[in-house]
Structures are given as structure tokens and as C-alpha cells.
């Protein structure tokens, strides 16, 4: 039994990172992020993994799956800033009280932009 369920966990990780469009990666320790909700209210976040078609966040607080926002990343080094209109696609309450929260861009981002970011 404890194969059966071990085999179905692997195929539901599997499941989960073939959805994925492009392959993440870690960004340059210098480039921040901030998200931008609807209203206006603006909420630091580090920036856990990133590609052209979205990224990983840990925040301070969930966002609820579905969510339309923007997300402004700036590596400062380079003299770089960008806003990317995003949607959440999942939340999940990590030990410590830190959300893990996974944003699709609306639009990828060029060779260029993510270049500048890792």
C-alpha cells in the first residue's frame, strides 16, 4: 500500500511540473519584487523561482487563487524595472506563517527581461 501511494504522489509531482510552460530558475539575489493588488495596496515579496511564464513568491500574507494583479520586479544593479499583470494560481501556508504563492504573467516575459532578472 505504502508503494501504491508513494507511486501516485510522484505521478501527481510529475503531473504538476509538466504544466509548467517554461523551466524556472533562481533570480539574481539583487532583484526585488513587490505585488500590486487591485486596489492599489502594495505588498513585498521574495521572489522564490522564476521564468518567462511565471514565477514562485513568498509572501506574508495569502492571496487567493484566481487573483488578477501586477507584479513589479526591478534589479537596480542594471537599471531595470518592469510591471507584469499576473493571475495566482495557488496559496499554500508554509511553516512560519510564509505563503508560497505561484503567479502565471499574462504576458511572458521577452529573452531580455528575463535575462536581466537571473
Known amino acids: 500500500m505504502d508503494s501504491r501511494l508513494a ?7 510529475a503531473q504538476h511540473k509538466e504544466r ?3 523551466a524556472r530558475r533562481k533570480p539574481n539575489p539583487r532583484t526585488l519584487c513587490r505585488i ?4 492599489g495596496t502594495v505588498r513585498p515579496a ?3 523561482d522564476l521564468s518567462v511564464s511565471g514565477m514562485g513568491l513568498f509572501l506574508r500574507r495569502a492571496l487567493e487563487p484566481g487573483l488578477n494583479l501586477d507584479v513589479d520586479l526591478l534589479q537596480p544593479l542594471r537599471a531595470f524595472s518592469c510591471r507584469v499583470p499576473a493571475r495566482v494560481v495557488h496559496s499554500c501556508e508554509q511553516p512560519g506563517g510564509v505563503w508560497k504563492v505561484g503567479v502565471a504573467f499574462v504576458r511572458e ?3 531580455e527581461e528575463f535575462q536581466t532578472l537571473v
Open 7 to 13: 507511486m501516485l504522489r510522484a505521478m501527481k509531482s
Open 20 to 22: 509548467r510552460r517554461a
Open 46 to 48: 521574495t521572489i522564490r
Open 109 to 111: 516575459l521577452s529573452p
Open 36 to 39: 500590486v493588488l487591485a486596489e
